[in-house]
């Protein structure tokens, strides 16, 4: 019972272009978002989150969008670097409770 | 300013032994959770701890499977008479408190012979 989907396994994307990066839940109570890139052989770092009070949260090159009505978040990357080349996990909990919730990640590749 | 401690980062065990897994997690850090990822997986959630205290561990197996973060020292994942399906990467995590992001360490690597 997967609660959260990350229905595409990989992403290419050119240098300097913008990755687009979707993730999508089913249960309504979620109400905290993380997104997390891992490089292979270490864990997860954090990246950016949203709570659901929000619709948008922007750091740096990173912009993470909320659509609480289609339960669907999105993390978008501009413009993309070759170093930005990882797997990028969403998560999500309801709080309180604090257990998180993973998609399955999204390999993307950033070609210089 | 180290980050959350795992050790060790690769462990090899015969089926039928015990592995213990350790995880210290980032000074100030209370709260301690413990994932587990399969080969082509996301990380499923096993349990999450407080100092001496197991607050859920809904996703860890009833069987097996122990965990604890005693007052001194690093949290401990015990696996029991291990199988070949408990091969994966184990990973930790710290949080400061709840609703706060979760820090990960780097893993440790369990192969099951």
């Known amino acids: 019972d997967q609660q959260v989907k990350q229905n595409s396994p990989s992403l290419s994307v050119q240098e300097g272009r913008i990755s687009i990066l979707n993730c999508d839940y089913t249960?309504?109570?979620?109400?905290?978002f993380l997104w997390y890139k891992k490089y292979p052989a270490e864990g997860p770092t954090f990246l950016i989150s949203?709570?659901?009070?929000?619709d948008k949260n922007e750091d740096g090159r990173f912009t993470v969008f909320l659509n609480k009505s289609a339960k669907h978040l999105s993390l978008h990357i501009v413009p993309s670097q070759p170093g930005d080349s990882a797997v990028y996990f969403c998560?999500?909990?309801?709080?309180?409770?604090?257990?998180?919730?993973f998609g399955t990640g999204t390999s993307l590749t950033v070609i210089p | 300013n180290a980050g959350v401690m795992q050790n060790p980062r690769h462990l090899v065990r015969r089926r039928g032994q015990e592995a213990r897994l350790r995880c210290s997690p980032m000074?100030?850090?209370?709260?301690v959770y413990w994932y587990r990822q399969l080969p082509e997986e996301g990380l499923k959630f096993m349990v999450y701890?407080?100092?001496?205290?197991?607050?859920?561990e809904s996703g860890m197996p009833k069987e097996r499977f122990s965990a604890e973060f005693p007052k001194e020292g690093p949290s401990i994942l015990r696996i029991q008479q291990v199988v070949r399906g408990d091969s994966a990467a184990y990973f930790c995590?710290?949080?400061?408190?709840?609703?706060?992001?979760?820090?990960f360490g780097d893993g440790t690597r369990l192969s099951i012979l």
């Open positions: 995590a710290s949080s400061p408190g709840l609703e706060e992001p979760q820090h």
């Open positions: 249960n309504s109570m979620f109400d905290y």
């Open positions: 949203i709570s659901s009070i929000k």
């Open positions: 998560a999500a909990s309801a709080t309180p409770g604090n257990q998180f919730y």
């Open positions: 000074k100030g850090h209370s709260h």
């Open positions: 701890l407080q100092k001496e205290n197991i607050i859920d």
